[in-house]
């Protein structure tokens, strides 16, 4: 398949990025790996006269990991993330994470941004995103702005991007050492067909499921059953909100993969605390 | 535009459009047809390329990309008839069947060899499990697989 005809721009700052998407509207797209867009610019979904390669924008090339959080810029690679020492030593889940998305391909090429910008339902890091609280920066024609991940995905291939606006960076807090953090994920085919991601510290808890719907959903029932560690609860919990969302042929067999990925999860996260000398261990296993 | 890069090891300098995939290029205007297409999809692997020692899908890689860098095709892995480790491991191994996905396997297995040198059988399965063989020889590859890394 050929790709439509398409000029590329190559800016090398943000405030060049910026007046390129504002001069082109409708009519420009970001590119960073392309893993994407290029697909569905050869399927034909997508025909943009303008592609504004952002990769070589130094801003959006860092990664700093600091004590309390990771600074993930728009142009860093899933490669990058995985191969990092730093954020395998803050947050190792997302470093596991990372390792299992797609392929090796493209990893190498492909963007944790592009991946959220995209908004494609069957994501993995939106999932376990949401449940950290994670952060998006944004950058366009009206300044900069920060917008939680739960707020940024608005749908099935639909963020709050603003005409002209960019993802500049993730930022990502990381748990301390009395959070509990896992994830698990089902995959039959390319992209995971289920995910849940969870999270239990001082402040309370998450229970996040992707993939099921068209956005990462929050299950506020599971979340107040673990902060009472029942994990059986939590599952239950967990299955029956997904039954009550999803409407389409085999909505039991999805409600049970939920709640089946919840206890894994749940299990990876209290083994992976066992596994930290001094963090916290739940009251009760599950 | 105007590309310039190193292929296969000599500098080359290429005219190209902007929407131009490497696959494209290599295969039609520069007559290198060992990079197969299949699923033009990024899922199969039959038409990975190192760009910059990096495995990229030719199918959905941008010419741009290859500008300043290094591209290394199945072409460029042989010196002459002498064939490279991965090259030899799949003959030794016997781990060709039609051999449509061996480019790509030969490739991935490479790229593999060059991120992880002490490479474990599941980082081995995690290369793998990006290329598709129809004929479903894994188990020969994954032998060829280890050879290399064992070398
Ligand atoms: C075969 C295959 C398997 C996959 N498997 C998985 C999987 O298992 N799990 C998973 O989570 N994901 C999976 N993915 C998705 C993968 O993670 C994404 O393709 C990748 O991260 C997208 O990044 P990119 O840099 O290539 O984005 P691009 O393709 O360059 O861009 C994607 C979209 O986002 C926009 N965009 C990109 N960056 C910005 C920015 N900074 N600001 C504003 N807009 C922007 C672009 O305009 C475009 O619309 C898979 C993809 C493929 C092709
Ligand atoms: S043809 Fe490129 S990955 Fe299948
Ligand atoms: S040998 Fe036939 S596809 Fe792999």
């Known amino acids: 398949m050929r790709l439509p005809p398409f000029t590329l721009h190559r800016p090398r700052e943000l405030g060049e990025l910026l007046e390129l998407l504002a001069r082109y509207g409708d009519d420009a797209a970001v590119y960073m790996g392309g893993t994407e867009l290029l697909l569905i610019m050869k399927l034909g979904f997508a025909e943009p006269g303008h592609l504004v390669d952002a990769k070589s924008i130094p801003e959006l090339g860092e990664l700093h990991v600091s004590a309390d959080r990771l600074a993930i810029g728009a142009g860093v690679t899933h490669r990058r993330i995985e191969r990092h020492h730093d954020v395998q030593r803050a947050l190792p889940v997302l470093v596991d994470l990372e390792r299992r998305i797609a392929n090796v391909r493209v990893r190498n090429a492909g963007t944790l941004g592009g991946n959220l910008c995209f908004a494609e339902p069957h994501s993995d890091p939106a999932t376990l995103l949401t449940a950290l609280d994670a952060e998006v920066e944004l950058a366009g024609p009206a300044g900069r702005r920060r917008l939680a991940v739960a707020d940024f995905i608005l749908g099935a291939l639909s963020t709050a991007l603003d005409p002209g606006e960019v993802l500049t960076h993730v930022h990502v807090p990381v748990p301390g050492p009395d959070t509990l953090v896992g994830y698990e994920r089902i995959v039959f085919t390319e992209r995971p067909a289920a995910t849940v991601a969870v999270v239990r510290g001082p402040a309370g808890a998450r229970v996040v499921v992707g993939a099921l719907g068209p956005r990462p959903m929050r299950v506020p029932h599971a979340e107040m059953r673990l902060v009472e560690d029942d994990i059986d609860a939590a599952v239950e919990a967990t299955s029956s909100a997904v039954a009550d969302t999803d409407t389409e042929p085999g909505a039991d067999y999805r409600a049970h993969l939920a709640g089946v990925l919840l206890r894994r999860a749940w299990s990876a996260a209290t083994a992976n605390a066992l596994s930290v000398p001094g963090a916290a261990a739940p009251t009760k296993q599950g | 535009m105007h590309v310039d890069l190193v292929l296969n090891g000599e500098l080359t300098a290429i005219e190209c459009a902007d929407n131009e995939l490497i696959l494209d290029v290599v295969r ?124």
Not at chain 2, 108 to 118: G, I, K, T, W, Y
């Open chain 2, 28 to 151: 039609e205007r520069l007559g290198l047809t060992g990079t197969k297409r299949s699923c033009d999809m990024e899922v199969c692997g039959s038409c990975t390329v190192l760009l910059d020692g990096l495995a990229a899908s030719a199918c959905t890689t941008l010419v741009a990309e290859a500008d300043g860098k290094e591209l290394v095709t199945i072409e460029g892995l042989s010196d002459g008839d002498e064939l490279n480790p991965v090259q030899q491991a799949f003959v030794d191994h016997a781990a060709v069947q039609c051999g449509f996905c061996t480019p790509g396997m030969i490739m991935s297995v490479q790229a593999l060899a060059m991120d992880h040198p002490d490479a474990d059988d599941e980082t081995i399965s995690e290369y793998l499990s990006g290329t598709i063989c129809r004929c479903t020889g894994y188990v020969k590859i994954l032998e060829a697989a280890r050879q290399v890394i064992s070398e």
